[in-house]
Structure formats: C-alpha cells, structure tokens
C-alpha cells in the first residue's frame, strides 16, 4: 500500500453515520444510500478540519457534537429555505 493510502477507520465512520441518520431522522428526511453515503462523507471532512490528529480518541469525541450541531444547522437552513440545493423531506 502506497505510504499516501490510509486505512478507513470504520468505528469513526459509523459513528459520523448514526449522526447523519438521527438529524435526518429527527428533520424527517429520508435519503438514498448514494445520498446518505455523501453526506458521511461531508461530516468526515468537516471532522477532518476540526481535529488536527484523527487518532486522537478525545479530540474526536469533542469534535463529534460539532458536526452534529453544523448538520443540524444545514438541515434546518434548508427547511427555511427550500429549493437551495438540499432535497425537501419526503
């Protein structure tokens, strides 16, 4: 494996999934898995800029309400706004 790849870490990826999955949940929005998929995605590199060193257990767990809160703020900016580019709850 090239020096450059790095391994998935698939807990801090379930986690950024149930935090995707409770605000949509909680906004009742159902998604596609393509869609639930980019979103992951978008927490994990919103993540990425707020901790400077992944493997650090406690700065994650600080950070994760971060990205809860920024994702609950993007779903409750596009229910006031609707047609700004998030998909209507279904």
Known sequence: MPASARLV????????????DQEHRAARINMQMEVFAAEVGKAYNHLVGLVADLSDAEAV??????VRRRVRQQL?????NPGTGKREAS
């Open 9 to 20: 870490d698939l807990d801090l990826h379930e986690r950024l999934g149930a935090i995707i």
């Open 61 to 66: 767990g600080e950070a994760l309400p971060l």
């Open 76 to 80: 409750a900016d596009a229910a006031s």
